[in-house]
């Protein structure tokens, strides 16, 4: 289907031009007029200009069709890096990505904790430039940061409000600070809409799709794609999924409210129900301190997923809690897919996966209708870094949504 650029402005339809480059593998440039609805003569200035960036690179002939051989251009994917950190209490992951969202480098590192904000920049700022420059990338060439993390977001003023770990992170400036650490343009983004970024980004998903990302770290996110659009809400801090009540008189959850899908059926829940245990906890070597709950759910993920009753009972009662929230989402949102994603899933994705496929079958709305697929996300442990970097390069390639603070901040 043709792009409709018309009333475009000159930077949105050069993004849309390498878009569609990106997006086809190769591509004429007569095809791209057709696609876009552009003349032959602007699609010609406009790919002059890439092919002077080095963005794009003419990779030889097409059949011929009656006239001279078409000449094929291709996104240079190399040409260009972006860097995606998933910033977590429990870790942190950095990626540095080319053009097309091919992984070049990765390093997991040790979570957030309870650190402040200036403890925590600094090591970030010296572990990304470390990762770099020891994958041997011009740092010219990286157009800048993204960063995926969770709380309330306050974008009006660039900063966080709320975190349960660590009040110093309350209304820090993340990307000012990182920015000028770093000397790159550095954009924040919730981590589910970054994992739902990257989703779309490495065409796992149809361009036309309705999808959500749910994203399991140490709590729940969930990140919308409507019709290829990122759907932000009117303060980037859409898809809280983690705190939809799901038990009114359930246990008291950080955010204000009780029984939230977070208190019931996160990872730090499902550690609190194997304690309760002991001989569980005993034969699963579980620590049940604050800073091994990461650790501790995957040993009973991995347990669930070889059948152990106990711990197959554990897992099975979040993935109940977190089925049934799906079902409501799925109902208000009529999705066409849904995208299980993050570490927190781990060994446990197929458990979690089984019992949300058969509530929806089961009690979706919209069953009789279509169907909601449901699947696991192949880059689960990095998908929210993956996005993140994916951010930075939707952000230069796709003009419908591209990000202001990133393009200020290039200034």
């Known amino acids: 289907m043709a792009k409709h650029l018309k009333g475009a402005t000159a930077v949105e339809t050069h993004s849309a031009i390498l878009d569609l480059i990106r997006s086809s593998g190769v591509v004429s440039r007569i095809e791209l007029a057709d696609r876009s609805g552009l003349t032959g ?20 002939f097409g059949d011929r069709t009656g006239g001279k051989r078409r000449t094929l251009l291709q996104l240079n994917a190399r040409s260009r890096h972006a860097v995606g950190v998933s910033l977590d209490f429990a870790s942190i992951t950095y ?18 904790g309870h650190d402040t904000p200036a ?29 995926a993390v969770a709380g309330r977001q306050d974008n009006a003023h660039q900063v966080l409000r709320g975190n349960p770990h660590s009040e110093d992170w309350e209304l820090f400036d993340i990307e000012d600070t990182l920015s000028t650490a770093t000397d790159l343009p550095v954009v924040v983004e919730n981590d589910s809409t970054c994992a739902a970024i990257g989703e779309f980004w ?37 898809g809280e999924i983690g705190h939809m009540v799901l038990d ?26 194997a304690l309760e245990q002991p001989g569980l906890a005993a034969e699963l070597g579980l620590e049940g301190e604050p800073g091994t709950v990461r650790q501790d759910a995957e040993r009973i993920a991995r347990a669930a997923a070889s059948d152990h009753e106990q711990a197959l009972a554990v897992v099975e009662e979040s993935a109940f809690y977190l089925s049934r929230a799906l079902v409501s989402v799925t109902n208000l949102l009529d999705l ?14 197929e458990i979690y996966l089984r019992r949300i496929w058969q509530d929806l079958e089961r009690l979706s709305f919209v069953r009789a209708v279509h169907p909601t697929k ?24 796709t003009p419908h949504q591209t990000s202001s603070r990133l393009a200020l901040a290039a200034r």
């Open 41 to 60: 003569a602007s699609i010609s200035r406009i790919v002059k200009q890439l092919l002077t960036e080095g963005l794009i690179v003419e990779v030889g």
């Open 95 to 112: 990626l540095v990505t080319d053009l097309s969202g091919e992984v070049i480098a990765r390093l997991d590192a040790d979570g957030t």
């Open 119 to 147: 403890t925590v920049i600094p090591r970030v700022a010296a572990e990304l430039e470390g990762l770099v420059g020891s994958a041997g990338i011009d740092r010219a060439t990286v157009m800048g940061i993204g960063i």
């Open 202 to 238: 490495v065409g796992r998903i149809p361009a036309s799709a309705d999808f959500a990302t749910v994203y399991l770290a140490t709590g729940f996110g969930l990140g919308l794609v409507t019709n290829g659009d990122i759907y932000r809400g009117s303060s980037s801090n859409v």
């Open 248 to 273: 009114v008189n359930g246990p008291p959850c950080w955010c204000g409210s009780q029984g939230c899908l977070e208190m019931l059926a996160a990872p730090a829940r499902i550690v609190e129900r």
């Open 336 to 349: 066409d897919q849904i995208i299980l994603a993050g570490p927190g899933f781990g060994a446990a994705g």
């Open 374 to 397: 449901v699947g696991l996300s192949k880059s689960s442990d990095i998908s929210a870094a993956l996005g993140a970097a994916s951010l930075v390069l939707h952000s230069r390639l």
